[in-house]
């Protein structure tokens, strides 16, 4: 089973519009927990899930912006640092997402990414 306890930054898409974002995930067995902090104004979000061999799934639910949950489902690559998948809401909203683990320069990161073009969503078909 894979390990994602740490942090990530990544990346979603809702009607193309992309949307970074830095998570930091708590592993306890195939049990997840951890928050999600987006470069938006939706703010900081809560998360809950499970991990079962290379396959994620878990709720967010933002702390004071929705009180809708969104369902993220994922595959995590084999050298357990990239994660790829599908997000959605109440099935009527959903989009790709993207995430990959990161250093220890966290700051320095973000803005090497944001100074980065984004790349388009891409499809999982």
């Given at each position: 089973?894979?390990d994602?306890?740490?942090t990530?930054?990544?990346t979603?898409?809702q009607e ?19 928050s999600?902090?987006?470069?938006s104004?939706?703010?900081?979000a ?16 933002y702390?004071?912006?929705?009180s809708k ?6 595959t ?7 994660i ?7 099935t ?33 078909g």
């Amino acid at each position: 089973m894979a390990d994602l306890s740490g942090t990530w930054l990544g990346t979603y898409w809702q009607e193309g519009v992309p949307t970074r974002f830095e998570a930091t995930f708590v592993q306890s067995g195939n049990t997840l927990s951890g928050s999600i902090l987006d470069d938006s104004d939706l703010g900081e979000a809560r998360l809950s899930g499970t991990v079962t061999g290379r396959n994620v799934s878990f709720t967010k639910r933002y702390l004071m912006t929705s009180s809708k949950s969104i369902s993220y489902v994922g595959t995590i690559s084999e050298e357990e640092n990239y994660i790829q998948g599908q997000w959605d809401i109440d099935t009527r909203f959903s989009g790709p997402w993207e995430a990959h683990r990161s250093g220890d320069n966290l700051v320095a990161e973000l803005k090497t990414l944001k100074s980065e073009p984004v790349p388009e969503a891409v499809s999982l078909g």
